[in-house]
């Protein structure tokens, strides 16, 4: 049974360090490897998760963390949704074949089956209120309405009310004899209808009202996409901008020294940052040039770390998933006028 922890942990391992770019604060884990944090809506709660499926929200305030039990292997996605009400995460679901499967899948490399599944949590009631079975690198909320799409790995994307463990809607289709069609990273275009795609050979712009499918002809591959908050651009980890109102691509990001697998723009300038396996950039999205680099802990670049690095909501603090035993916070200084 999937269980609600309500032990509150306090965090003696909370500790400002100093950095020649920027400060940091650095929690402790402790036998964990951390792959995934997002800030909460309103900045208190920062949701933090570990290799295994380890969940925790931890309280930046009190400096405690609530431990929610339900996942068992590999940690992918996080979304929060609007109201900071509900959390979604996905994760891999490994399960041992019976010797009876063994012999009909005599051709099989190992002895588990690897699913997915994706839980949706009830914060204020802590429980658990649905479960669904999908293998899910990137899960998103809608910015407004209670709606949660999923992308799996077959290429479909699926559109859920939180309430009910069948979809009201599939925006999206499986690609016949098409290499590398699993959903890598979804963002949804700020108040609208509109739901950013990102394949691993393509990215589509999905009117989900209309069900109609724009293929934004990009290339491939990139491994993040993200959307800024005015409802105008989606970028793409590799550097490149798309301009929603005006269907036009703007000139890429070409001062990126690494590849990148992650990318988030910032809730309140147009600024961006990108993840690579060494260091983390934090750039102008109109100039197109560098302000800050941080050096952050190496990662293998790998499909499923779109949600490694997280913007608290008022743009002063940037959340690192190290794929270490620790999560490291930096402080950024941007002038927000």
Known sequence: ??????VLTILLSFTIMENSVADYTEINFENEIIVAVEWSPDGNTLVIGAMDGSVWLYDINEETRLELIGHSSRLYSISWSANGSMLATSADVFRELTNEELIVTENAMSDYDVRGEVIVWGINQQEVISTHSYNAYSIAWHPILPILAI????????????ANDEPIQQVRERTPDVQGDQILSLCWVTDTSLLAVLTYSELNLVDTEEVNIIDLDFGAPFHSIDCDSNNEHIVISFGTIWNTPNQERLSRYEDNPENSFAVKWHPINDIIATRGQESIHIWDAITRQ????????????????????????DGTLLAEATQDDFVRIWQIDINND
Do not use: A, C, K
């Not at 049974?1 to 309500?6: F, H, P, V």
């Open 1 to 6: 049974m999937i269980i609600l922890s309500i």
């Open 151 to 162: 992308g799996s790995d077959g290429g479909e994307v699926f559109l859920f009310n939180p």
């Open 290 to 313: 560098t302000e800050i680099t941080l050096n952050s802990s190496f990662m293998d670049i790998d499909w499923g770390y779109t949600d490694s690095i997280s913007w608290h909501p």
